[in-house]
Structure formats: C-alpha cells, structure tokens
C-alpha cells in the first residue's frame, strides 16, 4: 500500500502500487496503460520533460527508459514533482530531478518543458481548471494526461469488491471526468493532437494554445 500525498486538504495518489499488483488483470490494464503513455510519448519526441504528480516516481522511471530505448540516448532534462516527494526513492534514477511542489505553483519559467506528463492528478484536484492552466503555462509543445474514465471505473472498482459504501469512487478522487468531460476541459487550454483509451483510462495529447 502507498500512502497518499495532501494537496490543498485534498488525498493525492494511489492507495495500492498499481505498477506492482500481482493481479494478472490488473498488470494487463497496466500494461495498456504504459502502452498508451509510451505511443503518445514517442509521438511527442520531447528532449525536456517534467512530470507534475509524480507519487514514487515510478511513471517518471519508466518513460526514462523508454526514451532511451526509443531515441537511443538518456532525454536532455527530465523533472518531476510533487507536493509529497519523500516517497521517491533517492536512487530511482540520477537522470531524475525531483522537487517539491504544487501543481498550483510549479517552480518553472513559461514554456520551460517540452512536454509536460501529468496522468491520475487532476482527479484529486478541487481546481483542476487552474491545475490544468499551470500545466499548459510550463509546457512549450505538449501536455499528456490521463484521468480514469468513470464511470466505468467505479463501476469496475465495484465489480472487484472495492468502495462499495462509496459506490467504487476510489478514496481521493473528487473530479469524475467522463472522456466528454475530460475533453472539454483540455479543450480550455490546449488544442488536442491525439488520443488514446486504454481502459479504463481516458489519455491526451495536446499543444498549449497561444
């Protein structure tokens, strides 16, 4: 079990190491996760990348190794936040740069990455709207991010048993984007270039607009 990061009095993050379950179905949902996430992020070709919700870090490791496998060379810059970093293991990466931070307030100049990762973040937020509007002020190509897809995941979380007194809703979790919903909200601030749904997520690909 992980334990979960507090942004603003708001739970941030997983209650169980997703990257790691020994359920075979929930590895193969993982599996289409990274998947997704690696399509998009090569499709990008970024030299500069920063994470903003990094949890353990273990998203921010794995497209580390990705983009060496895929472009044949460590990226040029790769940071990751969060406003609980002491979950990230000192020795995960020494190509990772980690600080703490909110998503509210990221320590960067305008257009300092070219791409910004954000992916099961602004679930957890109260304004995911401004949250939203940091991520596009940091980001000088793209933006990639991921919700879960309700209700289909809450509706999957109650067919395993979990949440049922809150039905499914995974504790954390106050925004519910329906891909529509999520859509729309990126729509605010980015123009959208591509779009995967791994289930049950929903995940995309934009250019912040002027």
């Known amino acids: 079990m992980t334990t979960p990061s507090v942004d603003a009095g708001n739970v941030v993050g997983n209650h169980y190491d997703k990257y790691r379950s020994g359920n075979p179905i929930a590895r193969r949902l993982m599996d289409g996760f990274m998947r997704a996430a690696t399509e998009l992020y090569t499709q990008a070709a970024p030299r500069t990348i920063l994470e903003v919700g990094c949890g353990e870090g273990e998203l921010a490791l ?29 020795d995960l990466d020494p190509e990772l740069v980690v600080k703490e931070a909110s998503i509210y307030e990221l320590p960067y100049d305008d257009d300092a990455f070219d791409l910004v990762v954000c ?31 309700e209700p289909v995941w809450r509706a999957m979380n109650m067919a395993r048993g979990k949440y049922l007194r809150d039905l499914g809703n995974t504790p954390g979790h106050i925004q519910h984007f329906s891909r529509r919903a999520l859509i729309a909200l990126a729509e605010t601030r980015l123009e959208l270039v591509d779009r995967r749904t791994p289930l049950p997520w929903t995940m995309l690909l934009g250019r912040p607009k002027p």
């Open 62 to 90: 794995r497209l580390i190794v990705h983009h060496r496998e895929a472009f044949g060379g460590s990226p040029q810059r790769f940071e990751a936040t969060d406003v609980d970093i002491s979950r990230v293991p000192a």
């Open 119 to 149: 992916c099961e973040v602004l679930e957890h937020l109260g304004e995911p709207a401004q949250g939203l509007a940091e991520l596009a002020r940091v980001a000088r190509r793209n933006v990639l991010l991921s919700t879960p897809w």
